[in-house]
């Protein structure tokens, strides 16, 4: 059960910040993240969409669930990144919010990879 409820806050949490980064206009992304082509910017909004889906549909359908422990692997290393990067920016409360996220997602993996697998 408690598995599912991560996997249900990462993916609300993933798909809205993804929805966002692809949503807004160019101008207002620019100034929220200074730094970063808009390009990338669009990328990871792509990523996150995708990782919010294979957090929950290959565990929800059981097709190809190995999906879903990756899908949360792969937003360890997206907070493990962003946790640098607010770091390097002295953004210390960003890295609060990043830690724990990164936390839950590693719960996730872990808990899909070896505590209660789900199989096909």
Same mark, same amino acid.
């Given at each position: 059960?408690?598995?599912?409820?991560?996997?249900?806050v990462?993916?609300?949490?993933? !798909?809205? &910040? +993804?929805?966002m980064?692809?949503?807004?206009? =160019? /101008?207002? @992304?620019?100034? *929220?993240?200074?730094?970063?082509?808009?390009f990338?910017?669009?990328?990871?909004?792509?990523?996150?969409?995708?990782?919010a889906?294979?957090?929950?549909?290959?565990?929800?359908?059981?097709?190809?669930?190995?999906?879903?422990?990756? !899908?949360? &692997? +792969?937003?360890?290393i997206?907070?493990?990144? =962003? /946790?640098? @990067?607010?770091? *390097?920016?002295?953004?210390l409360?960003?890295?609060?919010?990043?830690?724990?996220?990164?936390?839950?997602?590693?719960?996730?993996?872990?808990?899909?990879?070896?505590?209660?697998?789900?199989?096909?």
């Open positions: 059960m408690g598995l599912w409820v991560a996997q249900i990462l993916a609300i949490i993933f !798909a809205l &910040s +993804g929805a980064k692809l949503s807004m206009p =160019a /101008a207002e @992304l620019a100034k *929220m993240v200074p730094g970063f082509p808009l990338f910017l669009r990328f990871i909004g792509i990523a996150e969409l995708a990782g889906i294979g957090i929950i549909v290959p565990a929800l359908t059981r097709i190809a669930p190995v999906l879903t422990p990756l !899908a949360a &692997s +792969g937003f360890v997206v907070m493990v990144s =962003a /946790a640098v @990067l607010h770091l *390097m920016r002295g953004e409360g960003e890295v609060a919010v990043v830690i724990v996220l990164g936390a839950l997602a590693s719960f996730v993996a872990w808990g899909r990879f070896k505590l209660a697998p789900i199989s096909a």
